[in-house]
């Protein structure tokens, strides 16, 4: 028996995402989440979809689950109970998200004790998010030392950027002294659908220059050119580009000593100011993108300038984004705003003729769960929607990392 499955681990700070694929028919056999981590009120959200349990649908546990530890042992034993556990001898490889990878790893990586020291030493480029990724690395060592684990970097589709464009305009020994550059993040995302996208028009990869708008709670954009990422908005970390549910996206740089000096804010409260009270949710008090859309509807005022800011952000990127590919073949929009709304595709691209771009509008309002083309037929650039599969991506690179 050739062990052809495959554990997809996200350790966020307070949560894990976790699903199990066989990467034999890239199917799934269990998905699930374990919510509010440290707190009381910790939840476990387990579903198998194959076996004797999938009958049974979701499992909810409640209850206390102190950390990353408990939740991924918690986790294990829920799998075990469907005949997936982590001791399964059809299990190939563990495959981790970690957010970021520095300028060190470009590609997925086999972890050993020197990697781990690695993304343990690039903690202080993602406070928020690598502690939890590195919580995840160790516990399922321990739980399965002789098994594969591999790093999958958010960073490292974005590596191949050229040098001037990762590059900051500010003193070079600072920035190398303290790492400071362009990184870009969701690029498991971004390199998911610039492919899908390519393989919807029929083409190969390196014949396509994509653009991809991921639009979710985060969101931003990428040019990839024939497969190859020439740039992307998030930078040294993901609050620059698009205005999000929560961050600010794109800002004049002296907003941060303003609000320091006049406004005598900490550095810890601007951070969290533009990192978590900013985007959707600063200009009109809602980050659900749903939930902006509708009072917009029905005439908020601060919901419409909400909207209206977030698409004018979206435009400039996609008219920068043109420019610097010269030839765009497609644009694509993937998660969970840019797969759903097709209002927010609409707005985003009316005008935009001169670009070559124009909406199917019967096409685009259809909602599906498959990649598909919503372009006019006389557009010059596809649109195409694009479901993202993050998991899937994790997924396929670990398989082909472990079976070489
Ligand atoms: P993600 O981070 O990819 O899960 O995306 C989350 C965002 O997608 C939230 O802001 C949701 O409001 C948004 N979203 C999901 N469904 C829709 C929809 N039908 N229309 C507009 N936004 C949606």
Known sequence: MTASRVLVLNSGSSSVKYQLLDMADSSRLAVGLVERIGEETSRLTHEPLTGPGAAGGKRVTEGPIADHAAALRAVSAELAADGLGLDSPELAA??????HGGTKFTHPTLIDDAVLAEIRALIPLAPLHNPANVTGIEVARELRPDLPQVAVFDTAF??????????????????????????????????????ATARLLGKAEEDVNVIVLHLGNGASASAVHGGVCVETSMGLTPLEGLVMGTRSGDLDPAVVFHLARVGGMSIDEIDSLLNKKSGLLGLCGDNDMREVQRRAEEGDASARLALASYIHRLKKYIGAYSAVLGRVDAVAFTAGVGENSSQIREMALAGLAELGLALDLEANSVRSPEPRLVSAEYARVAVAVVPTDEELEIA????ALVTG
């Open 396 to 399: 396929s690179q670990t398989y």
């Open 158 to 195: 974005h590596s191949t950027m050229p040098e001037h464009v990762a590059r900051y305009a500010i003193d070079a020994a600072t920035a190398d002294k303290y790492s400071i550059r362009r990184y870009g993040f969701h690029g498991t995302s971004h390199a998911y659908v610039a492919r």
């Open 94 to 99: 563990v495959g981790h998200r970690v957010v």
